[in-house]
């Protein structure tokens, strides 16, 4: 390989700056429940002064690792880590080809390590450098989930109880597979979607009745129905007053978002899956979606993640980042500097940390009273204990049970998730 393909001509103004230089990139990889985290470390030459960034893409944690270590790390020594926008554009070309969750989740570890340093250096939070606070904690919303809508509906009263306003809500589909909730007793492995339909319908009928019109309730689609059913779907949902209808097409798909938004006003959440702004610039800008919910470090970081917040907030689109367990406590610390510095914010999704997690990672953010709540700690505020990651390795090979699974159809036909 030639020398301008490992390491790209530096900037000219690299001699006049601050003197503080990047020294080691690496990747450690954790496993404190069974899922893979995928964590970047910087190192500069200040003594101590180093930053944390997530790039956990739990399917494919080697192949990220691979990117950091043997691909980026070498084009980041000697630079500033002051130089985050110029740092990341570099590295995002630096392959020609481009984007990608591979790609993405490891410019994503990178950038978020060169935010956590800047915040380092300047003795002050991620979102004070983002423009500071739009509100005091982030409200949350939790999962209910239940083998019925009793089950189901028992569970939100519950959460309400707590002091939760906000509850995604998934029951199991009689007699087949489902997404988000446990199977019905007897149940097979075949998605229905037709019997999915029915039963998500009946269970929000039923939630309306019994928890009443003041909670905000969500349904994740998961992308697993035709487009039209989904279309559908969004109508005969309006009548209960969705705060959102999750991912009810797949990236593949959103053409057919126009056909929802031609046809009911239930609120659309999309973008779990988007890697490229390609997607998601014009379900944005072309106002298809309410809320977008991409996973951060799936589009490259903190930084692209700020940059879409800013355009959404200018199309009157508000955010609800993903938040699930395959997030390390850093990723969740970035979606929190996010949320709490974002005038255009919707909702969090919530993720209960183990408390391994909270040992891994000190700083874990805090959740209380149905909100998760900054700290004034510089940077994005957690920290990795290397020694006790190093307790829990990621299993030697990548077990196939571990993998994502789509479900099939009763024909065995695959089904895209
Ligand atoms: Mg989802």
Redesign the pocket.
Known sequence: MSSHETRPPEPPWLEESSGVRITGVRTILTAPTGTTLVVVRVDTNQPGLYGLGCATFTQRAKAVATVVDEYLAPQLIGRDPADITDIVSTLHVSGYWRSGPVLNNALSGIDMALWDIKGKVAGLPVWQLLGGRCRTAVPLYTHAAGVDAEEVADEVLEWIEAGYKHVRCQVAVPGGSTYGAPAAAGSGDAWDPRAYLRTVRGLFEHLRSEVGSEVELIH?V?ERVHPTEAVRLAKDLEQYDLFYL??PVAPEDLDWLRAIRSQCATPIAIG?LFVNPAEYRPVVTERLCDFIRVHISAIGGLTPAWRLANLAETFGVRTAW?GPGDVSPIGHAANLALDLAGPNFGIQEQHLFAEQHREVFPGCPEIRDGHLWPSDAPGLGVDLDEALAAKFPPAAKAEPGRAWRPPRRGDGALQRP
């Open positions: 994740d998961h999750e991912d779990e993903h």
